[in-house]
């Protein structure tokens, strides 16, 4: 089975651009979510799809946005970017495991540099 | 939601076991114990899954006690290729928050 990949890997944007990350989850997964990684905030959850509704979100400004589509591939948009939006961004796609918990499955992630 | 507090680094050497402990005061009844193991630039990798007492995979193990309110993540008999970032998360698929982590560096 192929793991989650996502697109594009390496990513330099300036200040006030927009930028448009893609995730594909494992096949069968239907819950993906976003994740933003800093040196400084360590790894903070953004937002969690499922069945193309947004489920849970965490505590970002509304410049971040997502969507997921009925092939359960998902996209985060980030608009008006800041300095600080630089950030690796990695997405996971989940499976509820057969005693109950579940496993989240963790792509490459999106290097995004911000300039 | 249930925070997770584990120490920011440990040193051990090849060969040796690595206990890494981690409390969570205020586990809900609901939640698991998750591990998983970040290499520099990729994505958190999974490790071991449980709910009480042991689990057991090819990897590690995860000893929870009675009370819920620790876990210790055991990786026996560690390599260089070991080093990294073990994150323990505590919660529900949908409520779930990554601490600081504990960056295990394993010395030759």
């Known amino acids: 089975k192929a793991g989650v990949t996502q697109t594009p890997r390496y990513l330099i944007k300036t200040r006030g651009q927009q930028v448009t990350l893609s995730c594909s989850p494992i096949?069968?997964?239907?819950?993906v979510s976003w994740y933003q990684q800093t040196p400084g905030q360590g790894l903070q959850f953004l937002f969690e799809y499922f069945s193309e509704t947004q489920r849970n979100k965490g505590n970002f400004p509304g410049r971040f946005s997502g969507r997921q589509f009925s092939n359960s591939r998902s996209e985060m948009n980030v608009s008006t970017l800041e300095l600080g939006d630089s950030a690796l961004y990695l997405c996971?796609?989940?499976?509820?495991?057969?005693?109950?918990?579940?496993?989240?499955?963790f792509g490459p992630g999106t290097r995004l540099t911000v300039t | 939601l249930a925070k997770t507090t584990q120490p920011i680094s440990m040193d051990s050497y090849e060969g040796q076991e690595v206990n890494i402990t981690c409390s969570h005061n205020?586990?809900?009844?609901?939640?698991?114990i998750t591990w998983y193991q970040q290499f520099p630039s990729q994505g958190p990798r999974f490790i071991i899954q449980?709910?009480?007492t042991k689990v057991t995979n090819e990897v590690a193990s995860l000893f929870i006690p009675a009370d819920r309110k620790s876990s210790t993540l055991s990786l026996p008999r560690v390599s260089l290729s070991d080093t990294a970032v073990y994150y323990c998360l505590v919660g529900e698929r949908d409520k779930i928050i990554f601490g600081k982590g504990t960056r295990l560096h394993i010395l030759p």
């Open positions: 449980g709910y009480k």
């Open positions: 996971a796609s989940s499976v509820i495991q057969r005693g109950g918990g579940y496993e989240q499955y």
């Open positions: 205020n586990i809900a009844t609901n939640d698991y």
């Open positions: 096949s069968g997964h239907r819950s």
